[in-house]
């Protein structure tokens, strides 16, 4: 089956601009994951698409940041206007089901990301 | 937040010889998951061990976990230079009936030929 698809792979915007991320998740997967990891750390949670519902967005500093799944498939996050803080690499991630605490039984499946450099 | 602490940062050794990288963890979890991340790429999935469970193999990967400790190790045995990556533990936590996917900070192992 075809992976998760992002673009772009790489931006370099200056602080104040704004930019948008496009996420096309595995055909089928219900649940879609933003995810943001500066360099040095581990991947954090932005927010969490079940369908096109939002599940969990308590990490998403929605000041500047938004996210949306149309139709609940593809998803684009935008940063209006971005920071300096901003620059990381975002993540995105699908599994096939809004998944019952305790019922796992794979991984998350997870694009290449998009590498952002704000200057 | 981050949920998984590794140990250590980074870890350097020759080709041939055996990679440990330990997380710890604080609260309860449903399952522990070990990824991997070459430079510049996506996080793909090594392997889950669950909360009932003790040990797991996957080809040269070896998974320890200890709930009472709050602690995992994942062993790579014979390791190869293709293993240079970075390695994340990540522990899934509940989250409105449903469950999200928190990762520690990661061990950058470098394999070296």
């Known amino acids: 089956e075809a992976g998760v698809a992002q673009s772009p792979r790489y931006k370099i915007i200056e602080k104040r601009q704004s930019v948008a991320f496009w996420c096309n998740p595995i055909s089928g997967h219900a649940t879609l994951y933003w995810y943001q990891q500066i360099l040095g750390q581990g991947p954090k949670l932005l927010i969490q698409?079940?369908?096109?519902?939002?599940?969990?967005d308590s990490q998403l500093p929605k000041d500047r940041f938004s996210a949306e799944r149309l139709k609940g498939v593809d998803s684009t996050l935008k940063i209006q206007p971005a920071k300096l803080e901003d620059s990381a690499v975002y993540l995105c991630?699908?599994?096939?089901?809004?998944?019952?605490?305790?019922?796992?039984?794979?991984?998350?499946?997870f694009g290449s990301g998009t590498r952002l450099t704000v200057v | 937040s981050q949920q998984g602490e590794e140990d250590p940062q980074a870890l350097s050794i020759q080709e041939g010889e055996n990679a440990t990288m330990n997380c710890s963890y604080k609260t309860s979890i449903n399952n522990l998951q070990w990824y991997r991340q070459n430079s510049g790429r996506g996080l793909v999935h090594l392997i889950l061990?669950?909360?009932?469970?003790r040990e797991k193999h996957s080809g040269r990967l070896r998974v320890t976990l200890d709930t009472s400790k709050k602690s995992s190790s994942l062993l790579i045995t014979a390791s190869r230079a293709a293993d240079t990556a970075s390695y994340f533990c990540a522990t899934v936590q509940s989250q409105g009936g449903s469950e999200k996917l928190v990762f520690g900070k990661g061990t950058k192992l470098t394999v070296n030929p």
């Open positions: 061990i669950r909360s009932n469970e």
């Open positions: 698409f079940q369908n096109n519902g939002v599940v969990d």
């Open positions: 991630a699908s599994s096939p089901v809004r998944r019952p605490v305790g019922r796992t039984k794979d991984g998350y499946t």
